[in-house]
């Protein structure tokens, strides 16, 4: 192999490496474990479990599954929270709800089902719901707002349900890409 051609392949592989690189930091992966030893403020002995999994697709949209099982009663509402572990935070995203208690500002939410269930859905800067005490905006702002705190680790998922309606099962939503990362 002679000098341009060696030269030839590692520039290809540098180049693949660049954009993998950078299609990576405009789809993060997010997961997070529910469980009640989780819930706040006050923890919860709970049977229930639950896993939340999402794409973070173009910084534009998160398309999200989650996944509830053995809960207490039935299962009331879902949502991710603006929040660091064991304080609670404002709802910014609604998942699912019974209740009808989304804010006319937001797309209606689809309902709950009973357990064992899985959800799937999208989510864009329509469905923020502003927090202004805890700094976040409505709309697109919001949304970005809410993705930096996804990658800080300071947003949560949790299910609320009949017996435990301030929430029975909640996980940290963790990003392989964190914002540190960036």
Sequence with gaps: ??????????????????????????????????????????????????????????????????????????????????????????????????????????PTPQACPPFPATITGTLTAADVIALPGQGIDAAAAGFAEMLKAIRAGAAYANVHTTLHPSGEIRGLLNSRTREDDR
Excluded: K, W
């Design 1 to 106: 192999m002679n000098q341009s051609s060696r030269f030839s392949g590692v520039l290809a592989a540098a180049l693949v490496t660049m954009f993998a690189s950078s299609a990576s930091a405009d789809e993060d992966a997010v997961t997070a474990r529910l469980i009640g030893y989780q819930e706040t403020p006050a923890t919860i002995n709970s049977t229930g479990s639950g896993e939340f999994r999402a794409r973070i697709r173009d910084q534009t949209s998160i398309e999200y599954e989650l996944t509830y099982r053995d809960l207490s009663s039935t299962a009331l509402q879902s949502h991710i929270h603006f929040g660091r572990p064991a304080t609670t935070g404002g709802i910014v995203l609604f998942l699912c709800t019974n209740l009808g208690n989304a804010p006319a500002t937001v």
